[in-house]
């Protein structure tokens, strides 16, 4: 087999259902590296003692399988791997192209066989599989390459890197977490694959699964949305500016189009809530891209905007963690980020590029001061020199995500 980069995280997060009967859901933006992922599962059975007569897997992306369309057709190929009565691990690559697919993988789930699906959309997650598999699945979310799987990668991959580590990150912010964007050297080949990837998604994700009359507006509100990632959206206020673009669309459809980017993955909602009245508000959101190569991409202006940017890293970061993440509302006053990890822990977290100067530092531990409760509070800045404050944590953004630690 071939060398396969090992994504520890989420090795980490599914083994523990390797060898259970419930259905593993791998999802995650196309091209996050789902494929390579099964197949490091795969690897790793073999290291525990599953033969390789007891491995079926299937990537109907591929030549050979792309002529899978049914259920009743997926069900055929399937059985003409089982010979015998042993337990098979099944492992299905981009399953949403089967129409039905889910009584089929129910029935081997039923049979005691140890099932792997990935998806590269929401639309997996949603209607039939949803209603007939509940609480007969786990959903395993994968994002493109944080920042130490990136630099692990590079390492991996023999590229040479670099003993500064802001230098690596700013080359991050640029390259993005797109793992086989690594393989190219010249960054116009890198836009070039990510913008191929974003048409792919278009074709393949959501064209499939939902009509879109007006694609022209459509690719408005996208290029808006993902020029704008980090910044409270207004939906009346796109309806405006694609008046003005001479493009007449109702508020709804523009929601729709924003559900649309997210089933894809392209982008995450981080909702609003309210830390005095203790609820989620449904007003403006703000949203970030599943990877900041996306923007680049898409954009001539190369100039970094380092407040959103290094939100959207944080968020994905935290994400791929298994944290749940909302913005916070304090009176008129904003906490970048509240993190939950279960019911009744909290965190409570600001990010900017430095606080060197005086206004700045200010600004960042106001809302601090306004919250009453005692859960940790972190600051997170670029910054080399760090400071002690009120009781709440200055840590280094890039220190500490590439030494890949947790809350």
């Known amino acids: ?7 520890k995280e989420y090795l980490n997060k599914i083994r523990g259902f390797y060898h ?6 791998v999802t995650g933006i196309r091209r996050c590296g789902k494929s390579c992922f099964l197949l490091s599962v795969i690897k790793d059975l073999k290291s525990q003692g599953v033969s390789e007569n007891n491995i079926i897997s299937i990537n109907l992306d591929k030549r050979g399988f792309k002529n899978i369309k049914t259920a009743d057709k997926l069900e055929e190929v399937i059985d003409g791997y089982i010979t015998d009565n042993e337990k098979k ?24 066989h140890s099932v792997f699906i990935t998806g590269s959309n929401s639309y997996l997650l949603s209607g039939e599989l949803m209603t007939k598999l509940t609480g007969r699945y786990v959903e395993i979310e994968m994002f493109p390459l944080s920042f130490y799987e990136y630099l692990e990668m590079k390492k991996f991959m023999g590229k040479y890197v670099s003993q500064n580590s802001a230098e690596e990150f700013t080359t991050y912010i640029r390259d993005g977490g797109f793992p086989k964007a690594l393989e190219f050297d010249n960054i116009d080949d890198r836009n070039l694959y990510v913008q191929s990837v974003i048409t792919q998604i278009f074709e393949k ?46 508020e709804n459809t523009v929601y729709k189009y924003i559900e649309m980017l997210e089933n894809a993955k392209i982008i995450y909602k981080c909702p609003r809530f309210d830390l005095k009245s203790k609820q989620a508000m449904k007003t403006e959101q703000k949203y970030y891209l599943a990877d900041l190569s996306i923007y680049f991409s898409m954009n001539v202006d190369g100039r970094i905007n380092y407040g959103p940017v290094l939100e959207n890293i944080l968020f994905s ?22 993190v939950r990890q279960n019911t009744n822990e909290y965190f409570y977290i600001q990010v900017a590029m430095t606080i ?35 009781g709440i944590f200055h840590l280094n953004m890039i220190d500490f995500i590439k030494e890949n630690k947790i809350l």
């Open 205 to 250: 994700d959501i064209s499939k699964n939902k009509k879109i009359r007006n694609r022209v507006a459509f690719e408005k509100v996208q290029t808006f949305i993902i020029n704008n990632f980090g910044a409270t959206v207004n939906v009346s206020n796109i309806v405006e500016y694609l008046a003005k673009e001479n493009i007449a669309v109702k």
């Open 356 to 390: 060197a100067e005086q206004a700045t530092e200010e600004r960042e531990y106001k809302p601090f001061t306004l919250i009453r409760d005692n859960f940790p509070k972190y600051l997170f800045t670029t910054d080399t020199l760090l400071q002690k404050r009120d």
């Open 1 to 7: 087999m071939e060398r396969i980069f090992m994504r």
């Open 317 to 338: 970061y935290l994400r791929s963690k298994g944290y749940k993440l909302s913005v916070g509302k304090i009176g008129n006053l904003e906490c970048d980020f509240i």
């Open 89 to 112: 691990y099944i492992f299905i690559d981009e399953i949403q192209n089967v129409k039905g697919f889910e009584e089929v993988i129910n029935a081997y789930r039923e049979d005691g």
């Open 20 to 25: 259970s009967d419930i259905i593993k859901v």
